[in-house]
């Protein structure tokens, strides 16, 4: 199963007002559960 949300307007972690704080605002989190679980911040996937 999968689900979504959206953290970009509620927590932010660059400023809206600017076009690259848009762009670092838009992110993707993911987190894979099963028998263990792996957590993978931005820039850290291979």
Do not use: C, H
């Not at 848009?22 to 996937?45: E, H």
């Amino acid at each position: 199963r999968l689900t979504t949300q959206g953290f970009a307007w509620d927590q932010p972690i660059a400023d809206n007002k600017t076009k690259e704080g848009r762009a670092m605002n838009r992110r993707v989190f993911a987190a894979i559960s099963g028998s263990r679980t792996v957590l993978v911040q931005p820039g850290q996937a291979r």
